[in-house]
């Protein structure tokens, strides 16, 4: 160190001087820029900023002293030094502590976490406006550049033409206007304003609805249009884009652009919203409603045709439900030539007749031809089908009925969680003509002010009435929950349920209602309006505000009877995007707004309550069948991009007893080899998937490459033949079979749905394969048994691969109760342990028991020769084999770690055939005990199957 260096004059003892904070003059001829008061609040703001910002940088200031008083004559006096640099030591530690307790973060670390992104350091924009100035001049003190992406150099040839075709646009498009201000300006008016004529304000024309046919989407704006070729967006597409990763945009999901996941992190937090706190909405106006309406037995002959021939459905259990006070949620069905095949779950609402004359109730011949009306709500991916099996019912119909087409009438949000009603009663406000006169079903709305879980209503309970415009309250207000008898008043709503009385026809069944909802005032005339109203209140109801029609739909997991329930949000299309706004905004009153969901969210929730999830856990169906030949293609595209060393290569898996390969094909669920489907051809047209068929026409290839898409696309169609002939069996006709004194046998290639629970160990994945367990060896008496003593293990000279006591050990890994058998379990440890030493025995026969002990042979013999690893068991001796080929029943179609029960779960389809053999064998309680391996491993482990 130079000592004779020292600080310069006049700077004292601190190497940065510490700024003042900013003085507030006041002055008396200054005016208040508000009357109200708030340039006071202002200047408070402003000078508790200064004084905050003058406190962080004290913290960050080091006070020095200058090391002249530890020089004497040019030399180092080590004490003096020491002495002098003790107090910028005491400094630093000091300007430490203050900056941990000061908080000195960067401003990018202040921003709330699901708004931080990478490119944050890069970019002052991407942080709140009341941030960016201290986040530009921490940016300069860093030296970090700012980049731009407008301003960014094209990198690419891709990038350059574009923005060289941009800007040729732009220059076109500024002559084009430069012309028409000069024309404008010859004609009588000026360069800035152009006396141009009136443009006539057309309104859009209402949309068709044609019977019998399929409608087209509504016509996308101009700026739009040309993204929406071959898919129709979303109400809330323009939201979703932002902060979603949605579809690709030339591989579109069912003919729509549909959000997969938020772009944030978001599995656990969506566990938590759906089951303990929060609220998860989903834009759910993809799925398909379809119009259904004609005489009432017409209709009821439809509906039996369709599957729902319970006489449940027809009799005094169903009458509130055909009254339309109750939905319906049910699989549909359709006649093939062996029998029935199911098309897809479905949600059927009846809409309420209108109070009739007393005398037209008695005229029974014109209550045959009553006309009513039902909206049929299923998933897109099985709509052309179950649409194309209406128009083949209705025709045969005497008199005639009618479907309609209304997916792009009737959007939908879904929302789950313990927040979703509080939600919804703080968005959706009744709208009636006059005060005091609501909608009954309003006032039941009204009234579950408190309930925490939909499934806590009555079963598939719906409400319909009309809202107002959500944006006349925008933003939302948390709504209050009133105390005092409030719970009594609320479980004699639920009990009660009092929607029945007066019942009349809904409003969103009604196609004027419809179109005239559609017809809401825009965004600017609504900001209008609250410039001139007062600040912070409500915008009142004017004529120019109609009334919106929705229903509610509320529904309960059907496996898990203390999930969380879901509310259903019908409501005209157009009127999608406001309710979706304020929704999103709601303050809810546990904190935060309600969570974003995707169709991974969905999946997720769906797996967690132990529901088979549609199309992906329904292969026995064409949308099943589809969806599960496009993951075929998505994981042979995966696997095939992995590098040699990092894939599995199924046919050098090591199963263990001298088995190789896997099992069928290993990136599918591949039930063509487990009920030996995979040498049928197809015929006809109808084998080849809807996926490769309404493909667009694909670009020019090489040869190799051609004759591998030809090789794939026949492989494809293969599948498809075969795992047409698969059939589903329904959870009641497997009990039924499984009751009957008679051993009958379910249809051929039939598949009954399950949930898998491991026992202790074990996560399973898509593809995952399931076995029995291996049935115990026949014992047969051998005529010369006598004649000749074995002296090894049988197990060693069993003339099958595995050992046969496999059995066994599958279900020595099965957990004994402790309840009563803890007695028994000691007893049996203490027998195999060796037997104790008495007391007072002397050392001579303490060491001829010690050395026999030592010597005495083991019960089981090794045999001899050792065999090999992986022969007999697997993992070192620490895990039994799996199964043989021939104990393989199905295929895990969804599987992971569930949060909701702390362990591995999975969605699975095995076959009925062996099932139920298996029940019948082993019982209920070994029956239903299954080895689940997955799909490129060698180690299963147990778990237990139950049907869905």
């Given at each position: 160190?130079?000592?004779?260096?020292?600080?310069?004059?006049?700077?004292?003892?601190?190497?940065?001087?510490?700024?003042?904070?900013?003085?507030?003059?006041?002055?008396?001829?200054?005016?208040?820029?508000?009357q109200?008061?708030?340039?006071t609040?202002?200047?408070?703001?402003?000078?508790?900023?200064?004084?905050?910002r003058?406190?962080?940088q004290?913290?960050?200031?080091?006070r020095?002293?200058?090391?002249d008083?530890?020089?004497?004559?040019g030399k180092?006096d080590?004490?003096?030094?020491?002495?002098?640099?003790?107090?910028?030591?005491?400094?630093?530690?000091?300007?430490m502590?203050?900056c941990?307790?000061?908080?000195?973060?960067r401003?990018?670390?202040?921003?709330?976490?699901?708004?931080?992104?990478r490119?944050?350091?890069?970019n002052?924009k991407r942080?709140?406006?009341?941030?960016?100035?201290?986040a530009r001049?921490?940016?300069?003190e860093d030296?970090?550049?700012?980049?731009?992406?407008?301003?960014?150099?094209?990198?690419?040839?891709?990038?350059?033409?574009?923005?060289?075709t941009?800007?040729?646009l732009?220059?076109?498009?500024?002559?084009?206007?430069?012309?028409?201000?000069?024309k404008?300006?010859?004609?009588?008016?000026?360069a800035?304003?152009?006396?141009?004529?009136?443009?006539?304000?057309?309104?859009?024309?209402?949309?068709?609805?044609?019977?019998?046919?399929?409608?087209?989407?509504p016509?996308?704006d101009?700026?739009?249009?040309?993204r929406?070729?071959?898919?129709?967006?979303?109400?809330?597409?323009?939201?979703?884009?932002?902060?979603?990763?949605?579809?690709?945009?030339?591989?579109?999901?069912?003919r729509f652009a549909?959000?997969?996941?938020?772009?944030?992190?978001?599995?656990?937090p969506?566990?938590?919203?759906?089951?303990?706190?929060?609220v998860?909405?989903?834009?759910?106006s993809?799925?398909?409603?379809?119009?259904l309406?004609?005489?009432?037995d017409?209709?009821?002959?439809?509906?039996?045709?369709?599957?729902?021939?319970?006489?449940?459905?027809?009799?005094?259990?169903?009458?509130?439900?055909?009254?339309?006070?109750?939905?319906?949620?049910?699989?549909?069905?359709?006649?093939v030539?062996d029998?029935?095949?199911?098309?897809?779950p479905a949600t059927?609402?009846?809409?309420?007749?209108?109070p009739?004359?007393?005398?037209?109730?008695?005229?029974?011949?014109?209550?045959?031809?009553?006309?009513?009306?039902?909206?049929?709500?299923?998933?897109?991916?099985?709509?052309?089908?179950l649409?194309?099996?209406?128009?083949?019912?209705?025709?045969?119909?005497?008199?005639?009925?009618?479907?309609?087409?209304l997916r792009?009438e009737i959007?939908s949000i879904?929302?789950t969680?313990p927040?979703s009603?509080?939600?919804l009663?703080?968005?959706l406000?009744p709208?009636?003509d006059?005060?005091?006169?609501?909608?009954?079903?309003?006032?039941?709305?009204?009234?579950?002010v408190?309930?925490?879980?939909?499934?806590?209503?009555?079963?598939?309970?719906?409400?319909?009435?009309s809202?107002?415009d959500?944006?006349?309250?925008?933003?939302?207000k948390?709504?209050?929950?009133?105390?005092?008898?409030?719970?009594?008043?609320?479980?004699?709503?639920?009990t009660?349920?009092?929607?029945?009385?007066?019942?009349?026809?809904c409003?969103?069944?009604?196609?004027?209602?419809?179109?005239?909802?559609?017809?809401?005032?825009?965004?600017?005339?609504?900001?209008?309006?609250?410039?001139?109203?007062t600040?912070g209140e409500p915008?009142p109801?004017?004529?120019?505000?109609?009334a919106?029609?929705?229903?509610?739909?509320?529904?309960?997991p059907?496996?898990?009877g203390q999930a969380?329930?879901?509310?259903?949000?019908?409501?005209?299309?157009?009127?999608?995007?406001?309710?979706?706004?304020?929704?999103?905004?709601?303050?809810?009153?546990?904190?935060?707004?309600?969570?974003?969901?995707?169709?991974?969210?969905?999946?997720?929730?769906?797996?967690?309550?132990?529901a088979?999830?549609?199309?992906?856990d329904?292969?026995?169906?064409?949308?099943g069948?589809?969806?599960?030949?496009e993951?075929?293609?998505?994981?042979?595209?995966?696997?095939?991009?992995?590098?040699?060393?990092?894939?599995?290569?199924?046919?050098s898996?090591?199963?263990?007893?001298?088995?190789k390969?896997?099992i069928?094909?290993?990136?599918a669920?591949?039930?063509?080899?487990?009920?030996?489907?995979?040498?049928?051809?197809?015929?006809?047209?109808?084998?080849?998937?809807?996926s490769?068929?309404?493909?667009?026409?694909q670009?020019?290839?090489?040869?190799?490459?051609?004759?591998?898409?030809?090789?794939?696309?026949g492989?494809t169609?293969?599948?498809?033949?075969a795992?047409?002939?698969?059939?589903?069996?329904s959870?009641?006709?497997?009990?039924?079979l499984l009751?009957?004194?008679?051993?009958?046998?379910?249809?051929?290639?039939?598949?009954?749905?399950?949930?898998?629970?491991?026992?202790?160990?074990?996560v399973?994945?898509?593809?995952?394969?399931?076995?029995r367990?291996?049935?115990?060896?026949s014992?047969?008496?051998?005529?010369?048994?006598?004649?000749?003593?074995?002296?090894?293990d049988?197990?060693?000279?069993?003339s099958?691969?595995l050992?046969?006591?496999?059995?066994?050990?599958?279900?020595?890994k099965?957990?004994?109760?402790?309840?009563?058998?803890?007695?028994?379990?000691r007893?049996?440890?203490?027998?195999?342990?060796?037997?104790?030493?008495?007391?007072?025995v002397?050392?001579?026969?303490?060491?001829?028991?010690?050395?026999?002990?030592?010597?005495?042979?083991?019960e089981?013999?090794?045999?001899y020769?050792?065999?090999?690893?992986?022969?007999?068991?697997?993992?070192?001796?620490?895990?039994?084999?799996?199964p043989?080929?021939?104990?393989?029943?199905?295929?895990?179609?969804?599987?992971?770690?569930?949060?909701?029960?702390?362990r591995?779960?999975?969605?699975?389809?095995i076959?009925a055939?062996?099932?139920?053999?298996?029940?019948?064998?082993?019982g209920?309680?070994?029956?239903?005990?299954?080895?689940v391996?997955?799909?490129g491993?060698?180690v299963?482990?147990?778990?237990?199957?139950?049907l869905?």
């Amino acid at each position: 160190m130079d000592g004779n260096r020292s600080l310069p004059l006049g700077k004292g003892t601190e190497t940065r001087k510490r700024k003042e904070a900013p003085t507030v003059t006041h002055d008396a001829n200054l005016k208040p820029r508000r009357q109200d008061g708030r340039s006071t609040g202002a200047t408070q703001m402003t000078g508790s900023r200064a004084a905050k910002r003058v406190k962080f940088q004290d913290a960050r200031n080091i006070r020095t002293q200058p090391s002249d008083a530890a020089l004497e004559d040019g030399k180092l006096d080590l004490q003096k030094f020491l002495n002098a640099r003790e107090f910028e030591i005491k400094a630093l530690e000091n300007s430490m502590r203050k900056c941990k307790a000061a908080n000195a973060t960067r401003v990018f670390q202040q921003v709330p976490r699901a708004m931080r992104r990478r490119t944050a350091s890069h970019n002052v924009k991407r942080v709140p406006k009341r941030l960016r100035e201290r986040a530009r001049r921490e940016m300069i003190e860093d030296n970090t550049p700012t980049v731009e992406s407008r301003k960014r150099r094209p990198r690419t040839t891709r990038a350059r033409i574009r923005a060289e075709t941009a800007k040729k646009l732009g220059i076109l498009a500024a002559k084009k206007k430069k012309k028409l201000l000069e024309k404008a300006a010859v004609e009588g008016g000026s360069a800035t304003q152009p006396g141009l004529k009136p443009a006539a304000h057309t309104r859009a024309a209402r949309p068709k609805i044609r019977r019998d046919m399929l409608n087209e989407p509504p016509k996308a704006d101009a700026k739009f249009r040309k993204r929406q070729i071959n898919k129709t967006w979303l109400p809330t597409h323009l939201w979703h884009a932002k902060r979603a990763r949605m579809t690709e945009p030339s591989k579109p999901l069912w003919r729509f652009a549909v959000p997969l996941t938020p772009t944030e992190k978001c599995y656990r937090p969506t566990h938590r919203a759906s089951g303990q706190k929060g609220v998860v909405v989903w834009d759910m106006s993809y799925m398909s409603t379809i119009g259904l309406y004609g005489t009432a037995d017409g209709v009821k002959r439809v509906l039996r045709a369709l599957g729902l021939n319970q006489e449940s459905l027809w009799g005094a259990r169903g009458q509130k439900w055909r009254a339309g006070v109750r939905k319906r949620t049910g699989v549909l069905s359709k006649q093939v030539k062996d029998g029935r095949r199911d098309i897809g779950p479905a949600t059927i609402v009846w809409n309420p007749q209108a109070p009739a004359p007393s005398g037209d109730e008695a005229d029974s011949s014109r209550a045959r031809k009553l006309q009513r009306q039902l909206f049929l709500r299923t998933h897109p991916s099985c709509f052309l089908e179950l649409f194309q099996e209406l128009l083949q019912l209705v025709k045969v119909q005497t008199p005639q009925l009618h479907v309609e087409d209304l997916r792009f009438e009737i959007g939908s949000i879904e929302l789950t969680g313990p927040g979703s009603t509080e939600a919804l009663l703080g968005v959706l406000q009744p709208y009636c003509d006059k005060p005091g006169h609501e909608d009954r079903q309003a006032r039941v709305f009204k009234s579950i002010v408190g309930v925490s879980n939909p499934a806590s209503l009555p079963k598939d309970a719906l409400l319909a009435f009309s809202v107002r415009d959500p944006r006349l309250t925008y933003p939302p207000k948390t709504a209050s929950i009133p105390g005092g008898g409030t719970d009594t008043t609320l479980i004699e709503t639920l009990t009660k349920w009092p929607v029945e009385e007066g019942l009349k026809p809904c409003g969103i069944f009604d196609r004027e209602r419809r179109f005239r909802a559609s017809r809401l005032p825009s965004q600017k005339c609504i900001n209008r309006r609250k410039g001139a109203n007062t600040p912070g209140e409500p915008l009142p109801v004017t004529e120019a505000d109609p009334a919106i029609p929705v229903m509610l739909l509320a529904s309960r997991p059907s496996t898990d009877g203390q999930a969380q329930g879901t509310w259903t949000l019908l409501a005209p299309w157009k009127c999608i995007t406001p309710i979706w706004y304020s929704l999103m905004h709601y303050p809810l009153t546990t904190g935060g707004n309600p969570r974003l969901g995707g169709l991974d969210e969905q999946r997720q929730i769906a797996f967690e309550h132990g529901a088979p999830w549609f199309p992906g856990d329904f292969p026995a169906t064409d949308a099943g069948i589809h969806w599960e030949l496009e993951q075929r293609v998505k994981r042979q595209r995966d696997w095939d991009r992995r590098p040699k060393g990092k894939r599995v290569e199924w046919k050098s898996l090591n199963l263990g007893a001298g088995r190789k390969g896997e099992i069928g094909n290993g990136l599918a669920c591949d039930f063509e080899h487990l009920f030996a489907l995979g040498e049928i051809p197809p015929s006809g047209p109808q084998a080849i998937p809807a996926s490769t068929t309404d493909a667009p026409e694909q670009m020019d290839m090489d040869p190799a490459e051609r004759s591998h898409g030809v090789e794939v696309l026949g492989a494809t169609a293969l599948s498809a033949a075969a795992l047409g002939l698969i059939r589903q069996l329904s959870k009641s006709a497997f009990s039924s079979l499984l009751s009957s004194p008679n051993p009958d046998k379910p249809p051929a290639n039939s598949l009954v749905t399950v949930s898998l629970t491991f026992i202790s160990r074990g996560v399973a994945n898509t593809c995952a394969r399931i076995y029995r367990l291996p049935p115990r060896p026949s014992r047969i008496a051998d005529p010369l048994a006598d004649a000749e003593v074995l002296t090894t293990d049988p197990a060693s000279t069993h003339s099958g691969p595995l050992p046969r006591d496999l059995r066994d050990q599958w279900l020595r890994k099965f957990p004994i109760t402790t309840t009563n058998n803890n007695t028994k379990g000691r007893d049996s440890r203490r027998s195999r342990a060796h037997p104790q030493m008495a007391p007072g025995v002397d050392m001579e026969t303490r060491k001829k028991l010690l050395a026999q002990s030592l010597t005495m042979a083991t019960e089981e013999e090794l045999p001899y020769p050792r065999p090999a690893a992986n022969r007999l068991d697997m993992m070192g001796g620490h895990h039994p084999l799996c199964p043989d080929e021939q104990d393989l029943i199905g295929y895990v179609t969804t599987g992971a770690f569930s949060l909701s029960e702390g362990r591995g779960t999975a969605i699975a389809s095995i076959s009925a055939d062996k099932a139920l053999e298996t029940l019948r064998e082993g019982g209920a309680r070994e029956g239903k005990l299954c080895v689940v391996r997955n799909a490129g491993e060698s180690v299963g482990w147990l778990a237990r199957w139950e049907l869905v």
